[in-house]
């Protein structure tokens, strides 16, 4: 099968990759750009395990397909924290929101999402938003009370958390 090309910008990076027209962006994340933050769960898009932003949105890398990305803006789990963790990634700890930590690369990202849209939801806006990403360990609880208390301290930022 042959490969084609495509550039994307992941976590503020370019790449310039040859991909086969079948190839998924979980893949391609994983395996070329061995950005292994981003997990495989399901395969089918119904666990959240593998959302990335893209373009600002989340979406399952496990059902997007790398050419339909050529272009577009990338964000992991890798580029939200940096140097110093993200306060959503802080929450989630401070919080007690990971246990296993398998789901918490799709749920920050989800959350990411949704703060950076509505900067104060409510915990049903939450839970709404999180609907998508599946945890087996934390019952939800601690989760929507560390994306709670991120948008609660973003009040004062315009735009959400940055």
């Known amino acids: 099968m042959n490969r084609l090309p495509i550039h994307l910008v992941v976590n503020k990076e ?6 086969k027209p079948n ?3 979980l893949d391609v994340l994983r395996e070329d750009l061995e950005l292994t933050g981003t997990k495989e769960g399901c395969g089918l ?5 593998c ?3 893209l373009n600002g949105r989340p979406v399952h890398a496990c059902l997007t397909l790398a050419l339909q990305v050529d272009g577009c803006e990338i964000t992991t789990i890798e580029g939200i924290g940096g140097e110093k963790m993200h306060p959503l990634q802080e929450a989630f ?15 920050i990202n989800t959350a990411k999402a949704l703060l950076d849209e509505n900067a104060n939801p409510s915990e049903e806006e939450i839970k709404q938003a999180i609907a998508g990403n599946l945890c087996r360990c ?6 929507v009370d560390a994306i709670h ?3 609660c301290q973003s009040k004062k930022k315009k735009g959400g958390i940055k």
Do not use: E, W
């Open 14 to 19: 370019d790449y310039h990759l040859f991909v």
């Open 23 to 25: 190839r998924v962006l």
């Open 45 to 49: 898009g119904k666990c959240g395990a």
């Open 51 to 53: 959302t990335v932003l």
């Open 93 to 107: 700890v401070d919080k007690g929101a990971i246990q296993c930590g398998f789901c918490t690369p799709g749920m």
């Open 138 to 143: 934390t019952g939800y609880n601690k989760i």
């Open 149 to 151: 208390s991120c948008g």
